[in-house]
């Protein structure tokens, strides 16, 4: 897989009158799985879906390997961006099977059907999301973590270079959790460029390999975890006293409130 870039410039974008992303500006290499971190309204499924190409910035640019992801047509666009959204909509009339196949449809000509090929990734993106054997069932009649996990399977199947997902471990299990974040290490050690939305910071530090912190709009922290999970940042930008502590395990972060706090 070529080596690609993502890069955005000196992105801004306003919702009325409120600038709910603030002049930011970002470079993900491939092979990384970067965590988007930030408190409620920080602006992190805004700039995801900015970067999806979902949104467009009022000014800036958004550089996908030297192109401009505005420029490029719908399909071009989902051959080379998968995005999880954060919710998956629950009345689609669809099979588990049905609904994973969309992702091959910008591989697809018009009117055409799923080949062996086709079929061969859709099985793989079943199986990776353990999967096989819900694939008759439909979406509608799944678990949310089931259906997250569809949703994930579907962009999987999508063989995009980026992987946008916002908040996947929504409705996930711990086991599911894990695996699903050992995935995401797979894929990036393959050479793909992983983003996610992530809430659960000790799951962001343990697992992703550089961290993006926003705070209003705002890039106030960048970089591998020892750079970012700076306890004093951290706190300030969440508005509660964290503490954070590197053990054999692996990084833990914890409430530091004293109980006259609660
Ligand atoms: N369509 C919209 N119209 C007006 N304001 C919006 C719109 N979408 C988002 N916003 C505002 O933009 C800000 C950023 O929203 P965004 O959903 O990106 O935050 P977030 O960091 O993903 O939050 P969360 O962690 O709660 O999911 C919020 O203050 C939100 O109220």
Known sequence: MA?????LNEISLLRGNRTVIDNLSL???????CALLGPNGAGKTTLLRLMAGLAKPACGQVVLGGDDVYALSAAERAKRIAYVPQHIPAGLPLTVTEFVLLGRMPHLGPFSQPRAADRAVLDEALARCELEQLAGKRLDSLSGGERQRAAIARALAQQAQVL???????HLDLRQQFRLQRLLQTLAAAGHTVIEVLHDLTLAANHATWLALLDAGKLVGYGSPDKVLEPAALSRVYRWPLAVSQQVAGWQLSSAASTSML
């Open 3 to 7: 080596e690609m870039v993502f890069d």
């Open 27 to 33: 470079h993900v290499p491939a092979g990384q799985v």
């Open 164 to 170: 946008l997902l916002d908040e996947p471990t929504n």
